[in-house]
């Protein structure tokens, strides 16, 4: 008998994505991903809500589901309930919520949902990586819509949309990140949310509106959520816990009128989200989340500060941005000798991890020269420092930025 290990190879099925490469562990300066700040996270009050709740209905676990059916533990969708209400303008029930495994379950079931190969959607031009990568992988074309400070341009829109009309081709939905958009943090005012629906109607695509940052907008003041402003539905809405409180928790959500959330529901057969996560959010959000919220964004606008300050010291003219409304990220425009997909191995070797432009955006000569930075996990000291070894890793390989930009 052979001792060679089992191949699987050849019995992997057709057309999966290139394999993992193994973690090997978090670098120095991390300025990628959509890690939250670790001394904002409410751990006092989690270990308190979570003592609480389960001292109280804990036997429930025994039991798939809770005692709250198939759509999540109901105090959560009760609390979401209501701060959807105040915050969103949101008018929804607790049954037209479901509880989702992060926000990143939400895109798959509504994908699942809508989408097979062929399809079209259109989307903000910079755009969150993991419902990009989502869409190539189902074989669906993204359509890239551009960007102005205040979001998606409603004229690039209109165009795109007659432009398919004209070739027969009906996009299934119009996906926006409308509340401190990922990666640009810009905010789509009201009037352009106005105008999108109207685009919507005359043209019979709805709109899938992703909003896991809206809470984190520094004046505390937002524009009503598109679904709440619908007359007439046509809009399926989807947010999270990840950025509020920790995304290491993984709990989503998805608010849809009945005749989606009827089908999505069947698509989620994993016997429901994890319990234990929901009755803890529940516990501590009910009492704790109008609170918690101002004080995380105070530590997230000083940490933005910081990068902000760093990068003027260490890059000076030669990085561009605008000041985010909120959330947790920078979107920098470096000067165009610099290829962000080419300093991206250079500065992980010297232990800055950033996210390259590219991989952010559908239109790559727009984003060729862009990173994105997120300042929420990192120290002010990493941020200090980690800034200052990219601008010497963009000198070394680029020669940029030189001592006059900075
Ligand atoms: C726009 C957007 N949608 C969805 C997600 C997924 O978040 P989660 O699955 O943690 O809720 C992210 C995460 O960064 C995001 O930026």
Redesign the pocket.
Known sequence: MSTAPFDFGPIFRPGLPPPAARWTGRVKYDFT??NNDPDALPLDGLIAAAAAVLKREGRTLATYGLTSGPQGYRPLREFLAAKLKSAAGIAAAADDILIT???????DLVNNALLARGDTVIIEQDC?Q??INRLLRLGVTPVGIPLDRDGIRIDALASALDDLKGKGVRPKYIYT?PTVQ?PTGTILPVERRQEMLRLSQTHGVPIFE?E??SDLVWSGERPPAIYAMSERGGVIH?G????SIA?AL???YIVAPWDVMSRVLTLKTDAGSGALEQMVLAEYCTGHFARHVPALRRSLRAKLETLMESLREHFGAAAEFEDPKGGIFLWVKLPDAIDTMKLYQPALAAGVAINPGPEWSVNTGHSRSRMRLCFASPSHEEIHQGVAALAEVCRREFGLPDTRDA
């Open positions: 991903g959509g495994s992060g926000s990143l379950q939400a895109i969150y993991g419902s990140i990922n992703d896991c940052y989807i999270s816990f990840s950025k995304p993984r709990v989503g």
